[in-house]
């Protein structure tokens, strides 16, 4: 997803969450393992994490382009 359309989607979630200004933040991948870790969570636990989060994000991209192809189809 390129950054302009992901700055968009921060916008739409942003505006339906009350929150208009939210921005999009891009950070390394062991920044956000740390920052769970130093929330409690153990470092496996926040690694299974972002592994779900990147496997159920993969689907949905798939499920959203497969429903944008049979739209235009």
């Known amino acids: 997803m ?6 968009g989607a ?3 979630i942003g505006g ?10 891009a950070f390394p991948y ?3 393992e740390k920052g769970m870790v ?3 969570l153990t470092p496996d636990l926040a690694s299974q994490l972002w592994a779900s989060l990147f496997v159920a ?6 499920f959203f382009a497969l429903r944008r192809e049979a739209a235009s189809a």
Request: glycine share 16%.
């Open 2 to 7: 390129g950054s302009l359309r992901r700055l």
């Open 10 to 12: 921060a916008a739409v």
């Open 16 to 25: 339906k969450l009350g929150r208009p200004g939210l921005k999009y933040v």
């Open 30 to 32: 062991d920044d956000a």
């Open 38 to 40: 130093a929330m409690g």
């Open 57 to 62: 994000a993969g689907f949905a991209a798939m």
